[in-house]
């Protein structure tokens, strides 16, 4: 499988406690991406990753949140100190260049904070 | 404030007729759109794209329509097909090519009867 991957699938934690994704890209893709998608819209843009570096972070990631791409492979997604509204599915996406804009998505990661 | 407006969260259309989803935005900034189509447990995939330098995209079945000045686009599916059942993304960026930022609409759950 070729394809974007996340794990895990669904993350069940209670409030307060710290949960982290990973996301697999696509090998030859350069280019990372972690949006937050919740029940009834569309995906929000989280944070942006050209090989190693983080390069642009939406406001919606506060600082309970953080994103690593080790060596410009894998990246993890970070929540610390998890609180209800942090529920939602985290979407992992990564792309090869800027030249269409199209971005290959992962299954996602959804999380349940009870 | 949402600046990607889809406003016609479902529409149900026959096998065989066309399909139109509609999708608005406010940012004159953005002068790059792409569709997204999204199964149930997957991830959304690309679908198509335009340029603001363009009024129409064709591929296949599915045709792009832009008009900039009324700030809205529209995707045409003919003909329509029970694969075609899934939630479809617009989504706009202001930078031409670039998948850095993009900005997603809340999506329109299309159903094709057979």
């Known amino acids: 499988d070729t394809g974007v991957s996340q794990d895990p699938r669904h993350k069940i934690t209670k409030r307060g406690q710290n949960v982290t994704f990973r996301c697999d890209p696509i090998?030859?893709?350069?280019?990372l991406y972690w949006y937050r998608q919740t029940l009834g819209q569309g995906p929000e843009f989280l944070t942006y990753?050209?090989?190693?570096?983080?390069?642009?972070k939406s406001r919606l990631l506060s600082d309970r949140f953080s994103a690593e791409r080790p060596k410009g492979s894998f990246s993890t997604l970070e929540i610390q100190r998890t609180e209800q509204g942090d529920s939602a599915m985290y979407l992992c996406?990564?792309?090869?260049?800027?030249?269409?804009?199209?971005?290959?998505f992962g299954e996602g990661s959804r999380l349940t904070v009870l | 404030d949402q600046q990607v407006k889809q406003n016609s969260p479902s529409l149900s259309v026959q096998e065989g007729r066309i399909s139109i989803l509609n999708c608005d935005y406010t940012?004159?900034?953005?002068?790059?759109f792409l569709w997204y189509k999204k199964y149930p447990a997957e991830g959304p995939t690309f679908l198509i794209s335009?340029?603001?330098?363009?009024d129409k995209n064709e591929d296949g079945r599915f045709t792009v329509f832009l008009n900039k000045s009324a700030k809205h686009l529209s995707l045409h599916i003919v003909p329509s097909q029970p694969g075609d059942s899934a939630v479809y993304f617009c989504?706009?960026?202001?930078?031409?090519?670039?998948?850095?930022?993009?900005?997603f609409g809340s999506g329109t759950q299309l159903t094709v009867l057979p």
């Open positions: 996406a990564s792309s090869s260049g800027p030249t269409t804009g199209e971005l290959f």
């Open positions: 090998s030859e893709h350069n280019r």
């Open positions: 990753f050209q090989n190693e570096a983080q390069l642009e």
């Open positions: 940012n004159s900034m953005f002068d790059y």
């Open positions: 335009i340029s603001s330098i363009k």
């Open positions: 989504a706009a960026s202001p930078l031409a090519g670039s998948a850095r930022q993009l900005t």
